[in-house]
């Protein structure tokens, strides 16, 4: 098993599940004696064995995110993508720009990371953040629905739509025309029918 | 113009709205018109609808009344529809109407020469015939079997003497919606003594409808369409003083009174467990001019629905007593029910036609509605002559 263990495992490792040692990624140190790995392995026998991998996603304008696996699967779309095998170097993610998928991106973290915490106190938590992310304007709004529906992931879909249906529940139909760029395509005969059809909803 | 948002994407905001909003938006667009028609937005909004309660409100003896929607606010009852069941189904006009039940958005109630199913948020009601066996008539229940089949259920007694004694059996009648015929499943292995009591009307849950009949509670598989006893919680207090049931979150829950006080019982898994024991604050309302009324999923929590003088509401989690507002008179209001709105369309249940009239003006669509079978519908316009 040691003789797996190469450079690079140590080095990606040590950063993350080693905190007594505070090095950086690009630090120069390399030599761990096989005393200390076997030592780190009895503390952190899952996390070192595990092999915790990055998958880069590049947005439609050629911005490149490293994230980890865990992180990554919050979208079915792109688990989908692991298993068939196409995620061997990036993703490429044509429909998302890199704005978008960065905040996506901090969603899925901040989801992924949260619940092993205490339960109350986590739920309220996790609330305020989803609060907090959505409070953005409409396009980006619009646009981070967008990119939930295609990558599939169904937390944020569920969010976002229910952002933007308390948005546009008071609206006139007018207004939600302005709202979703809708072309009224009802003669106003057409739509004076459908009004007087319903007439109790327009109470 | 390309739209903004994808149509699967518009569902499920669409389906968030209460339904006096989507309904507005059906003239936004023609596409948004016709989304609503869509069955994965149908099923999609039925997922999300929250319960709310239909109150049935008699006001002259000869008028087969009217039902208010009601839903319930933070503080108090919104009325989001009166329907005059005269002005909206013709044909029952100087007939009594009484409740079966309401599934899935569907509303039932029967008269004299049938039944009446109708959606009140699409406006479109249906006619079902009579059972075929004219035995007397104990109760009726209304639900759908997991497949899908809206079925509806009518349990009579049949009296059958052995020597000197009297013995009543149970007969079963089921019809399925869309057939257009009902079926005889026969006499089950029950009998009673005798006829004491009225029976309340089936509650639906989890594909199975159930009553409390003569002191026990029976279940109707609409699967397999067996009729089944059902157990009664354990105790003293259990089913001999078991007198309502309802749905809690849903779960089959039943409650009991007597002079100690009340209980709610739910059923978790194959058991009943109490789930609530309320001494004060009411248990001086239980005589029998104050009973609940129903079991109700509200907003902060599950509540029993009763009335003194005017509808009460008591929150089963907080225990605290709510007023809702809404005065009525105790002759009247027989009947309080859950109803969960939906935008299923009768239309595509099969052999039955389905009426769609609010206007009179309306003529086109009604014929686009309505196959063959137009002679049943034809005395409610000599009625409005006369």
């Known amino acids: ?203 | 113009m390309e739209d903004l948002l994808p149509n699967n994407v518009m569902c499920n905001v669409l389906s968030r709205l209460p339904v006096k909003t989507i309904i507005r938006y059906k003239c936004v667009c023609k596409k948004w018109c016709d989304l609503v028609s869509d069955p994965n937005f149908v099923n999609l909004h039925l997922s999300r609808s929250r319960e709310a309660l239909m109150i049935f409100d008699h006001y002259k003896p000869s008028r087969p009344g009217c039902l208010m929607w009601v839903e319930m606010g933070y503080k108090a009852l919104v009325q989001v529809k009166r329907l005059d069941l005269t002005d909206y189904c013709g044909f029952v006009a100087g007939y009594w109407l009484s409740q079966v039940g309401s599934v899935n958005g569907l509303i039932c109630s029967a008269y004299h020469k049938g039944f009446l199913i109708y959606n009140p948020v699409l406006e479109e009601c249906m006619y079902v015939p009579p059972p075929l066996q004219e035995f007397e008539t104990l109760s009726y229940g209304l639900g759908v079997s997991m497949v899908g089949e809206y079925k509806l259920i009518h349990i009579s007694h049949r009296k059958i003497s052995l020597d000197s004694d009297e013995l009543y059996a149970v007969e079963i009648e089921v019809y399925t919606l869309g057939t257009g015929k009902w079926r005889i499943l026969g006499q089950t292995p029950f009998r009673f003594k005798s006829i004491k009591g009225e029976v309340d009307n089936g509650i639906f849950v989890n594909s199975h409808v159930y009553w409390i009949i003569h002191d026990q509670i029976y279940d109707f598989d609409l699967n397999t369409e067996t009729f089944e006893l059902f157990p009664s919680p354990p105790g003293d207090s259990g089913a001999s003083n078991m007198k309502m049931l309802g749905v809690l979150k849903g779960r089959l829950s039943g409650v009991s009174w007597c002079w100690l006080g009340l209980e709610v019982w739910v059923m978790k898994e194959t058991s009943w467990y109490k789930e609530r024991t309320i001494k004060e604050n009411i248990s001086h309302l239980l005589d029998h001019n104050s009973r609940p009324l129903c079991l109700i999923n509200g907003i902060d929590g599950t509540l029993l629905v009763f009335h003194e003088d005017e509808l009460m509401a008591h929150c089963l989690d907080t225990n605290k007593t709510l007023p809702l507002n809404m005065k009525m008179c105790f002759d009247r209001c027989r009947l309080v029910t859950t109803y969960r709105p939906s935008f299923v369309k009768l239309g595509n249940f099969g052999l039955e036609s389905v009426l769609a009239d609010m206007y009179e003006d309306r003529e086109e669509s009604r014929k686009e509605y309505v196959h063959g079978r137009w002679d049943m519908f034809k005395h409610k316009h000599e009625f409005r002559l006369a």
């Open chain 1, 1 to 203: 098993m040691l003789k797996n263990l190469n450079s690079k495992h140590i080095q990606r490792f040590s950063y993350k599940y080693l905190p007594q040692f505070p090095i950086s990624p690009n630090s120069p140190k390399l030599g761990f004696s096989r005393s200390q790995i076997a030592n780190y392995r009895s503390n952190f026998p899952t996390t070192i064995m595990s092999s915790s991998k990055t998958i880069v996603l590049r947005s439609s304008d050629g911005e490149t995110f490293e994230v980890d696996e865990a992180v990554a699967v919050e979208s079915q779309t792109i688990k989908h993508m692991i298993e068939d095998g196409c995620a061997d170097t990036s993703i490429p993610l044509p429909n998302v720009t890199s704005k978008i998928l960065s905040k996506v991106i901090e969603y899925c973290k901040k989801h992924v990371e949260t619940p092993n915490a205490d339960e109350k106190v986590a739920e309220e938590d996790l609330k305020s953040f989803d609060a907090d992310f959505v409070k953005v304007d409409q396009s980006t709004l619009f646009d981070l629905i967008l990119a939930a529906n295609y990558l599939n992931i169904k937390s944020l879909l569920d969010l976002t739509c229910q952002t933007v249906a308390d948005m546009i529940k008071g609206k006139t139909p007018e207004e939600i025309r302005k709202t979703f760029n809708i072309k009224n395509d009802f003669t106003p005969e057409e739509e004076e029918e459908v009004r007087r059809e319903n007439a109790w909803a327009f109470e």
